[in-house]
């Protein structure tokens, strides 16, 4: 059991962080890399960069969960630099994709958004003095 703050949490197994890990950075690579549907929504504006920023937010949440407070912007640092890397093979590797910096936008919004709306509810939730 750690404490962080007021807040006491629970860490789970070495492996459960090793497989979840190399299981949520593939099913994430997968979703970047997959050619979008054609089932018509595509014609719905903003729906890409939505999908990009929650991908990156569960994400994110997965690794707040795993990892102590500190560590947080480290791993939400690598885990936009990561993003990068993504669009960049996408642009290089798949044919009729292309980099955005607006989808690097939403993937970096995801992990900002994710790491805030963490903390808040944890000071919110645990640091009250009501």
Known sequence: MIKEGNFS??????FVKIFGTIFVLAILTY???MTPTSIGIEGIVG???LAHLLMFFLTMIWFVNITL???WNII?????LYALILEWMQMQFF???SFEWLD????FLGVVV???LWRFFINKLFNSSV
């Open 9 to 14: 949490k629970q860490q789970p197994p070495r």
């Open 31 to 33: 979703l970047h890399f």
């Open 47 to 49: 729906i890409d960069k």
């Open 69 to 71: 407070n500190p560590y």
């Open 76 to 80: 939400g640092c690598l885990l936009v």
């Open 95 to 97: 044919l009729g994709r």
């Open 104 to 107: 690097w936008f939403a993937d």
């Open 114 to 116: 994710s790491i805030s």
